[in-house]
C-alpha cells in the first residue's frame, strides 16, 4: 500500500474515532442498554476502525509499534464474529478510555508522517 493509501486510511481511522467519541460524549454507560441505535451506531464506527487498521501496511504499522494495531484489529474481529457476546462494560471502557488515546496518536502520525 502507498504512503497515500496509508494517509488516506489513517484519516478514516481518525474521523470514525472522533464521531464515536462524539457520540459518546453526552452518553451515560447505561444508555449503551437503552439507546439501541446509538449502540449499534458505535458498534459499526468500531467496525470500520478495526477494518481500516487491517488495510494499513505493515510497514507503517511496524512504525508507529505505540499504536495498538493488533489489539484494534483483535477488538474489531470480535465485534464481528462474537457479536451476540460483546461486554458492553468493555465497549464502553474503549469509547471512553481507549479511543481519546488513539485520536491522539492518530493525529501525531498524521502531523509528523506528512
Known sequence: MSHRDDETTMRE??????????????????????????????????????????????EIRDAHPHVPWREIIAFRNRLIHGYDTIDRDILWAILTADFPKLRAELEAILTTDN
Open 13 to 58: 481511522m481518525l474521523d470514525h474515532t472522533v464521531e464515536a467519541m462524539s457520540l459518546v460524549s453526552p452518553l451515560a454507560r447505561d444508555d449503551l442498554d437503552s439507546q439501541r441505535v446509538v449502540y449499534l451506531a458505535l458498534l459499526q464506527l468500531c467496525q470500520v476502525i478495526g477494518e481500516a487498521a487491517t488495510r494499513l501496511s505493515q
